[in-house]
């Protein structure tokens, strides 16, 4: 039913920054909790940044003070800028929304690449 689609993946270099869209194809009025999520080569899925409906934001301390999650809200729209990127960070990132009532969308990825 709803479908999000992210852009903004590619190849940087160390240090250097990206800025990720994510964009719902509908309203959703009853999210719980909305945000970025990364799978690594040969790794498991990790939480990157999230955010609830008041606008209070969370980020997973390996990019904390790296990564800013934002919103555009009559856009439908949400966006993940990374600075300072590293090696590390190279991953799928994907975009996620959870409702209220626990259903979870997830885009079908974005791939970032650091090289070093």
């Known amino acids: 039913q709803v479908q999000l689609v992210e852009s903004g993946g590619g190849l940087v270099q160390a240090g250097g920054s990206l800025r990720l869209t994510c964009v719902a194809s509908?309203?959703?009025?009853?999210?719980?909790?909305m945000g970025w999520h990364r799978q690594a080569p040969g790794k498991e899925r990790e939480w990157v940044a999230v955010?609830?409906?008041?606008?209070?934001?969370g980020y997973a301390d390996s990019v904390k003070g790296r990564f800013t999650l934002s919103r555009d809200n009559p856009k439908n729209t949400m966006y993940l800028q990374m600075n300072s990127l590293k090696s590390e960070d190279t991953a799928v990132y994907y975009c996620?929304?959870?409702?209220?009532?626990?259903?979870?969308?997830w885009g079908k990825g974005t791939l970032v690449t650091v090289s070093s």
């Open positions: 996620n929304i959870r409702t209220t009532s626990d259903e979870d969308f």
């Open positions: 509908q309203k959703i009025f009853s999210i719980k909790v």
């Open positions: 955010v609830i409906s008041s606008g209070t934001t």
